[in-house]
């Protein structure tokens, strides 16, 4: 199988990576490793890339990709929510760049047969990690309709949340649902024909979004990262972060924010007693956005927003 790959704003990544030769670099997300070869290739001849994904596919593609400069990389089947322990186990005390690139990979949507399109009528699974039990068909034939219509309208910000849910219960009484396409046709059904028309998206996208979210656990992972960054990363280190969705970007900008703020005792205290000292300052304020040109050849990149923060 052909493992494609179209990498967001690698432009962009190389550059606020601000990359030199024998930096020691992760890429927490290979995917189709089209940013990993590109930072692989900044940092030769004697520099280290740990790279890391939850999905066999892309740990098996990235392997062949990487293989000429094996003596340089790292390569890890792991949760990158798991890097600190990945590092220590390694002996590494800091990196240089952390980059993560959210979501899911262009492989997994158009060749991962687990559910991700809805184009196609696949097995409903959506895990990236298949090691896990839990899979989008276990959370749609057994939440009850209240935790669905929860997950939708919090996930995926879908308006219809209520409705959707009722639906897909109705149809679950008479059998299990198995399919994405089946999936997309009941959301397609529940939402009202006129508010379809308006919609930019296909229908059932946001459902989609919400259960991938919950079945991979992205944003507790996501947490669990973010918070210890500042440990991973040695002084004037980078962290790069892509983003496709509010929600991620949320958490990403919270975590920055939090770690960019130093002593928050008041003023007329004479000495400090938080304790907080500031550990990373933004390298932008505002998010960085993919080109136009670049939302033109490859819509995935309309929705990315990348944020640069540094270890001082
Ligand atoms: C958008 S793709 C990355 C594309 C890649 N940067 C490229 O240039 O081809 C996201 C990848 O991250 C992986 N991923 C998502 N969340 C992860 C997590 N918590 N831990 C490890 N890998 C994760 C997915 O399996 C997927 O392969």
Known sequence: ???????????????????????????CTLGGAGHGLRTMKAILPDGLLIGIDQDIDAIRNAKKILYPYKENVLICH?????????????????????????GFSFHQLKNGQRGFSFNKNEPLDMRMDIRNDFTAEDLVNSFKENELA??????????????????????????????????????????????????????ATRVLQAIRIVVNKELEH?????????????????????????????????????FEQGCTCPREFPHCICGFVQQLKSVYRKPVIASDKEVAANPMARSAKLRVAQRV
Not at 1 to 17: A, D, L, R
Not at 91 to 99: F, R
């Open 1 to 27: 199988m052909k493992f494609e790959h179209t990498s967001v704003m690698p432009n962009e990544v190389q550059e606020y990576q601000d990359l030199k030769p024998g930096y020691t670099c992760v890429d």
């Open 78 to 102: 792991d949760n990158f929510s798991r890097l600190p322990e990945i590092l220590a186990a390694n002996k590494i005390k800091g990196v240089n760049t952390i980059l993560l690139d959210l």
């Open 150 to 203: 929860d997950i939708f309208f919090k996930y995926g910000e879908e308006r219809f949340s209520r409705k959707i849910a009722r639906k897909i219960v109705e149809h679950r009484q008479t059998s299990p649902i198995k399919t994405s396409m089946a999936l997309a046709t009941i959301v397609a059904d529940a939402i009202p024909k006129k508010a379809i028309y308006k919609q930019k998206i296909r229908p």
């Open 222 to 258: 996501l947490e669990t990262f973010m918070e210890k960054v500042p440990s991973m990363l040695l002084k004037g280190g980078r962290l790069c972060v892509i983003s496709f969705h509010s929600l991620e970007d949320r958490i990403v900008k919270q975590y920055i924010r939090k």
